[in-house]
């Protein structure tokens, strides 16, 4: 007596679904795997940015009175902080931008109406970054920090 199966056999049927699903399924890993590349290449600038306002903060004109020592300036920054610390970025690519909002002075401003104020530092750092894997690109990573000028 023959056995017949319940259900005709379909030859060839999972070779057929894994050329369709596997190079969704490679794709799609790809993608996270580069996707969370660019989320930690955006951390690092970002830290960069936090970084440079902190140390600029400190070396205003107080610390040139103190130390003798030559205040912060936007290419100390960068290649001090910025450029010293970018492990993995391009350097060609990173570009830091400094501004003071009155001076470099961490001292109160006073305006006319009598308000107290303490300057600021303010840090952007950009970096052009292209995916590793994929042919698109640049994206322009971009992090500003502020930090109040201590004295």
């Known amino acids: 007596?023959?056995?017949r199966h319940p259900f005709p056999r379909r030859r060839?049927?999972?070779?057929v679904e894994s050329a369709v699903v596997v190079p969704v399924a490679l794709f799609l890993i790809l993608g996270l795997i580069v996707g969370g590349a660019g989320i930690y290449r955006y951390l690092q600038v970002a830290s960069l940015a936090r970084e440079a306002?902190?140390?600029a903060s400190v070396r205003g004109t107080d610390y040139t009175q103190e130390t003798n020592q030559p205040a912060a300036?936007?290419?100390t920054i960068h290649d001090q902080v910025v450029a010293a610390g970018a492990f993995g970025l391009d350097p060609n690519r990173l570009q830091t931008q400094v501004?003071?909002?009155?001076?470099?002075?961490?001292?109160?401003?006073?305006?006319?109406?009598?308000?107290?104020?303490?300057?600021?530092?303010?840090?952007?750092?950009?970096?052009?970054w292209f995916p590793e894997v994929f042919l698109v690109g640049p994206y322009t990573l971009r992090s500003t920090s502020t930090f109040p000028m201590s004295y």
């Open 12 to 15: 060839g049927v999972t070779i």
């Open 73 to 75: 300036t936007n290419q």
């Open 1 to 3: 007596m023959q056995l």
């Open 53 to 55: 306002s902190r140390w």
């Open 99 to 128: 501004t003071w909002d009155q001076s470099n002075a961490p001292r109160r401003v006073i305006n006319s109406q009598g308000e107290a104020r303490i300057n600021t530092v303010t840090v952007t750092v950009t970096y052009d």
